[in-house]
């Protein structure tokens, strides 16, 4: 009985087994074990490939990276137990007998270990790593999760989801990041786990002894990264999977959705409404409602007969147009795009030949294959469509793919750049590849302008096509909370430009609610109020005056940052670090940034700390990390390492300013594409040491910042010694700004030298945000207002060659 009883548990778990044969190359060394294949490979000092794969032959996901291995200095050191491949970053040490590997830094301490038992293993198909855990390991990002900031004590799934109002913990949701950050004993790693099945991350849920990742198919091929810094490692990931190309400047302005606005009279009213009601707005999106019968490709002859002149009329108020595009084409002989798709043989098929269909809005659907190269062209060019109407933007929506029933059968085929696969390969990755065969179709058809695509799907990569947005949220305070975690934790995982749908999708907001939504969202990357069918008016004037004051306070401050705001985007592109930046990037051994009290807090265009807070709330705690900072709206100083209380009455939500930040204004504007008063405002906070600004500007659309059409400079202040210094102008873009005004906090500047002149400098008063309107005259009713009196500023020309400017 015992000899049976070993018998089954060996079939039961394959453990890989040992090192039978192994060789060295340019990039690394790969070899064999009793069960399986092994690859280890160089991409960089700091980034290492892992592939292990039981077949001849490994069958990497070709989507989502895009770096090569390099051939890079490293040693190969060999005894009779281990091999030990070594970079200036990471050394990995091979056990041989079993095979498990040890990920050391230079200095010989251990950043990540393999389990010895179980180190890789298969249960049939499915293939796992399982890894010890280190003493108080944290881990964080895996992009679009639920849950708390620190993944400890959790499991996840990757099964891109169609989750209408899912809750604050479920999961999984629509997009799938496979990609964390290790924190323990002062060190970081990262792990991409680059399998586009279905995964589980499992942090230590129902077990004490290791933590893993599987798939329930295919190799285990991941990607093992360490830095000093955590930023260094997202940066490693995103040169990896790549960085989001510069949006147009309108996409970061306010954008308005919702299911639906129809017919056209509705819209042209929305935009004349923003308008009127003076509150800043770039952006109208068109739901499911603008299509005859919800055909992509169409427009309904009756709620919109003539959609040309109203993206006309609507440009001409300053307005972009975004329209939905779904997957789903409605199986109709009489329907162009369903008759090309039958013939060219681009829609995903069952294994014996005939077309899939699912059920969405249109009824019966096929679904192109967007796996297949002749797909996404074919898909690029339907979308001249849209273009000739003056469509400006693209939402890819129900590309998980979604369907009712919210079950797509596992054995459909999918192309995969000619592999042939199935759903469980395909499913993940299918909304990135939708998303890049709209960018694509967006360049094809208007090549000198930058295209938006706003996706609710993706997988790693998707920060090179498209922005993101956390899908069907709920209007309720923990949703907001919840939806603050999911962008900072996509901008863990690679993806800047990221929102949520403001006030909340399904369900209604209440009024302090919306308000509260509307200045948090100020300060996230993209700022989109979205809201359903059936459901109230959600517009920012929709609530009552009061919060219609607020919203349109915290709409002005944000078009005010543009400046700030745009020149964060800028890095993000060079660095691939978020916009939105979770504490745990720059604290991340600070225990204090992982307690619930404080883990929604994050840094913004590295210079805001912004405190989340829920409506209902009148007093916050607010974490203030290691630092000073300044409290925005009235320069009260405090230092870090401290808890403080805030008041946090509705409209002003707590934002700090880190000391030695540098914000750059502009004058209020009604949308992007209006001529600001041509001076810069920027706003020096006081600091010991140095401080460093990189302001960027280019003509925010066409593609001509990539072949210097653009405006950058450093900034420097070295408040010791009490000098400015504006380093020399790159590019070969003009400034919009003729003039800079410098406004000093925290700082008694009597006078300023510039270009030989002593200048002296005026006092004047100034806000952040605009008094409210006392509509009820009851004390208890009134709002609080907060200015800074007295400020020091003056005004100097803005020379493109290198200037500096003593201050005394």
Same mark, same amino acid.
């Given at each position: 009985?015992?000899?049976?009883?070993?018998?089954?548990?060996?079939?039961?778990?394959?453990?890989?087994?040992?090192?039978?044969?192994?060789?060295?190359?340019?990039?690394?060394?790969?070899?064999?074990?009793?069960?399986?294949?092994?690859?280890?490979?160089?991409?960089?000092?700091?980034?290492?490939?892992?592939?292990? +794969?039981?077949?001849?032959?490994?069958?990497?996901?070709?989507?989502?990276?895009?770096?090569?291995?390099?051939?890079?200095?490293?040693?190969?050191?060999?005894?009779?137990?281990?091999?030990?491949?070594?970079?200036?970053?990471?050394?990995?040490?091979?056990?041989?007998?079993?095979?498990?590997?040890?990920?050391?830094?230079?200095?010989?301490?251990?950043?990540?270990?393999?389990?010895?038992?179980?180190?890789?293993?298969?249960?049939?198909?499915?293939?796992?790593?399982?890894?010890?855990?280190?003493?108080?390991?944290?881990?964080?990002?895996?992009?679009? *999760? $639920?849950?708390?900031?620190?993944?400890?004590?959790?499991?996840?799934?990757?099964?891109?989801?169609?989750?209408?109002?899912?809750?604050?913990?479920?999961?999984?949701?629509?997009? +799938?990041?496979?990609?964390?950050?290790?924190?323990?004993?002062?060190?970081?790693?990262?792990?991409?786990?680059?399998?586009?099945?279905? $995964?589980?991350?499992?942090?230590?849920?129902?077990?004490?002894?290791?933590?893993?990742?599987?798939?329930?198919?295919?190799?285990?091929?991941?990607?093992?990264?360490?830095?000093?810094?955590?930023?260094?490692?997202?940066?490693?990931?995103?040169?990896?999977?790549?960085?989001?190309?510069?949006?147009?400047?309108?996409?970061?302005?306010?954008?308005?959705?919702?299911?639906?606005?129809?017919?056209?009279?509705?819209?042209?009213?929305?935009?004349?409404?923003?308008?009127?009601?003076?509150?800043?707005?770039?952006?109208?999106?068109?739901?499911?409602?603008?299509?005859?019968?919800? *055909?992509?490709?169409?427009?309904?002859?009756?709620?919109?007969?003539?959609?040309?002149?109203?993206?006309?009329?609507?440009?001409?108020?300053?307005?972009?147009?975004?329209?939905?595009?779904?997957?789903?084409?409605?199986?109709?002989?009489?329907?162009?795009?369903?008759?090309?798709?039958?013939? *060219?043989?681009?829609?995903?098929?069952?294994?014996?030949?005939?077309?899939?269909?699912?059920?969405?809005?249109?009824?019966?659907?096929?679904?192109?294959?967007?796996?297949?190269?002749?797909?996404?062209?074919?898909?690029?060019?339907?979308?001249?469509?849209?273009?000739?109407?003056?469509?400006?933007?693209?939402?890819?929506?129900?590309?998980?793919?979604?369907?009712?029933?919210?079950?797509?059968?596992?054995?459909?085929?999918?192309?995969?750049?000619?592999?042939?696969?199935?759903?469980?390969?395909?499913?993940?990755?299918?909304?990135?590849?939708?998303?890049?065969?709209?960018?694509?179709?967006?360049?094809?058809?208007?090549?000198?302008?930058?295209?938006?695509?706003?996706?609710?799907?993706?997988?790693?990569?998707?920060?090179?096509?498209?922005?993101?947005?956390?899908?069907?949220?709920?209007?309720?305070?923990?949703?907001?909370?919840?939806g603050i975690r999911l962008v900072n934790s996509l901008g863990l995982s690679g993806v800047s430009f990221a929102g949520y749908d403001v006030g909340g999708f399904?369900?209604?907001?209440? *009024?302090?609610?919306?308000?509260?939504?509307?200045?948090?969202?100020?300060?996230?990357?993209?700022?989109?109020?979205?809201?359903?069918?059936?459901?109230?008016?959600?517009?920012?004037?929709?609530?009552?005056?009061?919060?219609?004051?607020?919203?349109?306070?915290?709409?002005?401050?944000?078009?005010?940052?543009?400046? $700030?705001?745009?020149?964060?985007?800028?890095?993000?592109?060079?660095?691939?670090?978020?916009?939105?930046?979770?504490?745990?990037?720059?604290?991340?051994?600070?225990?204090?940034?992982?307690?619930?009290?404080?883990?929604?807090?994050?840094?913004?265009?590295?210079?805001?700390?912004?405190?989340?807070?829920?409506s209902t709330k009148e007093i916050a705690k607010v974490y203030l990390p290691e630092g000073e900072w300044y409290y925005l709206f009235n320069d009260q100083k405090?230092?870090?390492?401290?808890?403080?209380?805030?008041?946090?009455?509705?409209?002003?939500?707590?934002?700090?300013?880190?000391?030695?930040?540098?914000?750059?204004l502009q004058s209020d504007v009604s949308h992007t594409g209006e001529k600001h008063d041509g001076i810069l405002r920027l706003h020096f906070y006081n600091s010991?040491?140095?401080?460093?600004?990189?302001?960027?500007?280019?003509?925010?659309?066409?593609?001509?910042?990539?072949?210097?059409?653009?405006?950058?400079?450093?900034?420097?202040?070295?408040?010791?010694?009490?000098?400015?210094?504006?380093?020399?102008?790159?590019?070969?873009?003009?400034?919009?700004?003729?003039?800079?005004?410098?406004?000093?906090?925290?700082?008694?500047?009597?006078?300023?030298?510039?270009?030989?002149?002593?200048?002296? $400098?005026?006092?004047?008063?100034?806000?952040?945000?605009?008094?409210?309107?006392?509509?009820?005259?009851?004390?208890?009713?009134?709002?609080?207002?907060?200015?800074?009196?007295?400020?020091?500023?003056?005004?100097?020309?803005?020379?493109?060659?290198?200037?500096?400017?003593?201050?005394?």
């Open positions: 009985m015992t000899e049976v009883t070993n018998k089954r548990k060996g079939k039961q778990n394959l453990a890989i087994g040992e090192v039978q044969s192994w060789e060295k190359s340019e990039i690394g060394i790969s070899g064999k074990t009793s069960e399986a294949n092994f690859s280890i490979t160089l991409y960089e000092v700091h980034t290492i490939r892992i592939q292990v +794969s039981k077949d001849d032959d490994f069958s990497p996901n070709p989507y989502s990276v895009i770096g090569s291995p390099k051939k890079l200095d490293f040693s190969v050191v060999e005894n009779d137990k281990f091999i030990s491949l070594e970079t200036s970053k990471i050394h990995v040490q091979i056990n041989l007998s079993p095979f498990g590997l040890t990920f050391l830094s230079p200095d010989g301490i251990v950043l990540n270990q393999d389990d010895p038992a179980f180190a890789v293993s298969w249960l049939g198909t499915e293939v796992s790593n399982y890894k010890k855990v280190q003493k108080k390991e944290r881990f964080i990002g895996l992009g679009e *999760k $639920t849950g708390n900031l620190d993944r400890a004590g959790r499991a996840y799934t990757n099964w891109n989801t169609d989750y209408f109002a899912y809750g604050v913990n479920d999961d999984p949701l629509y997009m +799938s990041i496979p990609f964390y950050i290790g924190l323990h004993n002062n060190l970081a790693y990262g792990i991409f786990f680059d399998n586009s099945h279905k $995964t589980v991350f499992n942090f230590g849920a129902s077990n004490n002894r290791f933590v893993y990742y599987s798939a329930e198919d295919g190799d285990l091929d991941y990607y093992f990264f360490h830095d000093s810094t955590v930023s260094g490692i997202i940066s490693a990931y995103t040169t990896l999977t790549g960085r989001m190309e510069m949006p147009p400047l309108w996409s970061l302005g306010f954008q308005q959705c919702r299911y639906s606005y129809y017919p056209d009279s509705e819209v042209m009213t929305l935009a004349n409404t923003f308008r009127e009601k003076n509150m800043p707005a770039d952006v109208i999106y068109l739901d499911i409602h603008h299509m005859e019968k919800y *055909k992509v490709f169409t427009f309904d002859g009756e709620k919109f007969p003539n959609p040309k002149a109203m993206v006309s009329s609507l440009k001409e108020k300053g307005f972009k147009v975004v329209v939905i595009m779904d997957p789903g084409i409605k199986s109709d002989q009489d329907y162009l795009p369903y008759a090309e798709g039958i013939e *060219k043989g681009l829609f995903v098929e069952y294994p014996d030949g005939e077309i899939y269909e699912g059920q969405v809005w249109p009824g019966w659907c096929a679904f192109p294959d967007f796996t297949k190269t002749e797909t996404r062209a074919w898909w690029a060019e339907k979308m001249a469509f849209y273009q000739e109407i003056g469509v400006d933007g693209y939402w890819t929506d129900m590309n998980e793919p979604a369907s009712w029933g919210q079950f797509t059968p596992n054995l459909l085929n999918f192309h995969y750049e000619g592999e042939e696969v199935s759903h469980r390969k395909a499913r993940n990755i299918y909304g990135l590849q939708m998303a890049r065969a709209a960018m694509e179709g967006s360049l094809l058809h208007n090549p000198e302008e930058r295209p938006f695509v706003l996706s609710r799907s993706g997988f790693s990569g998707i920060q090179r096509f498209a922005a993101a947005w956390t899908g069907d949220n709920v209007a309720s305070e923990e949703h907001m909370m919840a399904c369900g209604e907001s209440s *009024k302090s609610l919306f308000a509260r939504w509307m200045s948090i969202a100020t300060f996230a990357p993209l700022y989109r109020a979205h809201s359903m069918i059936n459901s109230n008016d959600a517009e920012p004037w929709s609530f009552g005056e009061e919060v219609e004051e607020i919203s349109r306070n915290y709409m002005k401050l944000r078009y005010r940052l543009l400046p $700030t705001l745009y020149s964060g985007f800028y890095k993000s592109t060079v660095d691939g670090l978020p916009i939105a930046r979770s504490l745990a990037i720059d604290f991340p051994h600070d225990p204090h940034v992982y307690e619930t009290a404080y883990q929604n807090q994050y840094i913004f265009c590295d210079k805001f700390l912004i405190a989340p807070v829920e405090y230092s870090g390492n401290q808890v403080i209380y805030v008041d946090t009455p509705l409209n002003y939500l707590p934002v700090f300013v880190k000391a030695g930040s540098v914000l750059a010991k040491g140095k401080a460093q600004y990189l302001h960027y500007e280019d003509d925010g659309h066409s593609m001509a910042y990539k072949n210097g059409g653009f405006f950058k400079r450093e900034i420097e202040w070295a408040s010791t010694g009490e000098i400015l210094h504006f380093r020399k102008s790159e590019g070969q873009f003009a400034s919009a700004f003729h003039s800079v005004k410098l406004l000093f906090h925290g700082l008694d500047i009597k006078k300023i030298k510039f270009a030989g002149e002593l200048i002296t $400098t005026k006092k004047e008063n100034m806000a952040f945000l605009d008094k409210l309107s006392e509509l009820d005259p009851l004390p208890d009713q009134l709002h609080p207002y907060f200015d800074i009196e007295e400020i020091q500023s003056v005004t100097i020309d803005h020379l493109a060659e290198a200037f500096s400017i003593e201050l005394q």
